[in-house]
């Protein structure tokens, strides 16, 4: 039977052979830097994927409300409905860029998301290469 000390190092050495493996392959896979639209599509396929459809279709008809709102605007004879019209195509176009925002910050999120991992595994590859120099 083997001393515990002996398992012990064999099993570190198992480890970190393997941990090396996953990052090779995890920092193959994060250097390849998505685009900006995929990043974007990716919102539809995570697990808010039900949120970007619904505020995606919101949006939309609030595009629709704003423009149909316009045209209204510069085709109304009297004051106050333009005024009306104005204030619809204010509220609705503001709403719709509100929610682009929300949206975008999404991504923004992600990306930076996946930046941050890019940092901590270079980090911890780091930390395990000093730890191995005598």
């Known amino acids: 039977m083997k001393p515990k000390k002996q398992l012990s190092d064999e099993l570190d050495e198992q480890l970190r052979s393997a941990l090396r493996e996953e990052d090779a392959e995890l920092l193959a896979r994060l ?36 423009v149909w709102s316009g045209v209204n605007f510069f085709g109304a004879q009297s004051v ?9 195509l204010t509220i609705t176009a503001t709403m719709a860029g509100t929610l682009k925002m929300i949206l975008w910050s ?6 930076l998301r996946r930046e ?5 595994l270079q980090v911890a590859t780091l930390s395990l290469l000093l730890k191995e120099r005598p």
């Open 80 to 88: 106050d409905d333009r005024v009306l019209w104005g204030v619809s």
């Open 106 to 111: 999404h991504v923004e999120r992600a990306m």
């Open 116 to 120: 941050i991992k890019r940092v901590e």
């Open 31 to 66: 250097d390849t830097d998505p685009g900006i639209l995929e990043t974007a599509l990716s919102g539809f396929r995570g697990r808010n994927a039900w949120w970007v459809y619904v505020s995606s279709i919101v949006q939309l008809a609030l595009v629709v409300v704003a």
